[in-house]
């Protein structure tokens, strides 16, 4: 399944060499910061000289022209607002240039300060790049992966020490992709399902490297295995029950399913691993306790061997 989502120019973060700026932290007019027809987060470090606004002007890595000659410890994240620029707002400054929000934090002491200001001048010495990391995290955020749904036999109601099988519906073991553009850059995120966590509601976890095996009443029950099954040591009694009778109470059953995910990029290298993904399904079983002196194959359980008598 393949989705495709478009990344504006807001979301996408654009790295640029280190500017210094003559105001500080920040300043209206810089043409350094790279305004014009460029979009994206352009991040840039300010400068600490002391000049008037609009004569930064500083060359990358280079002193202020306009202040002490020092770089501060300040690095600011332009972004172009797309809102402002597109939407008739007027100018706020000479031509070209465009409105950016600029945040700029001092790392050595967490401070930040956030402006909006108008950037004057053309773009920066060094051109900017779309980080394909940052479109494929974009991609990512934008999956809708389906929950689980599960699947139990005995379904309704199982017996203490017999094997409750668990799976869930295999229509959603397959990979689901989604691909995001940014300027030229493309990045796929690719999710594959690759196990499901089972929480049987007495406190056991049961881990299986496949969606399960689904249980065929139709076939003899000697004929069929599965990798993924649970065998409850006492009753649901006493558990919460949807009617509040004592002797309806039921386990609270959950799958997780656990979704590796890798990019790839198509006009910029990289590609590797994304964070894993979970998704989670819930249902819930009644579990009894059946004695009896005698076992038979009972066809409540789909003919598998079980205790029949009396006892709850």
């Keep these: 399944m393949r989705a495709m989502a478009a990344v504006t120019a807001t979301t996408v973060v654009v790295l640029v060499g280190t500017f210094g700026l003559s105001v500080g932290p920040v300043g209206a007019d810089t043409g350094s910061a790279g305004a014009g027809s ?23 890595g280079g002193s202020s022209s306009g202040g002490s000659g020092t770089t501060s410890p ?66 990512e955020q934008s999956m809708t992966l389906p929950a689980p749904t599960l699947r139990l036999d005995p ?55 496949g969606p399960g095996v689904a249980y065929t009443s139709a076939l003899p029950a000697s004929s069929q295995t599965t990798y993924c099954s649970h065998s409850y040591d006492r009753s649901s009694l006493g558990q919460p029950t949807p009617d509040g009778d004592p002797d309806d109470g039921r386990y609270g059953v959950t799958a997780t399913v656990e979704w590796s995910v890798s990019w790839t990029a198509v006009g910029a290298p990289g590609g590797g691993t994304l964070p894993t993904l979970y998704t989670t399904g819930a249902t819930s079983l009644r579990v009894v306790q059946v004695e009896s002196l005698n076992a038979v194959a009972s066809p409540l359980f789909g003919g598998r061997q079980s205790w029949i008598g009396g006892g709850s």
């Design 38 to 60: 460029g979009g994206g987060t352009v991040t840039v470090g300010a400068g600490s000289g002391s000049g008037a606004a609009g004569n930064s002007g500083g060359s990358a």
């Design 155 to 209: 379904t309704g109601s199982s017996v203490v020490g017999l094997a409750t099988w668990l799976w869930v519906d295999p229509v959603l073991w397959h990979d689901d992709s989604v691909t995001a553009t940014a300027g030229g850059v493309s990045a796929t995120a690719v999710a594959d399902p690759v196990g499901v966590t089972w929480a049987t509601g007495d406190g056991a976890q049961v881990v299986c490297g």
């Design 74 to 139: 300040w690095e600011c994240t332009y972004t172009y607002l797309a809102l402002n620029n597109e939407g008739g707002f007027p100018p706020g400054g000479a031509l070209p240039g465009a409105w950016y929000s600029v945040t700029c934090d001092d790392p050595s002491t967490g401070a930040q300060v956030t402006q909006t200001v108008w950037v004057t001048g053309g773009a920066p010495s060094t051109a900017p790049q779309v980080d394909p990391y940052t479109v494929a995290l974009q991609a």
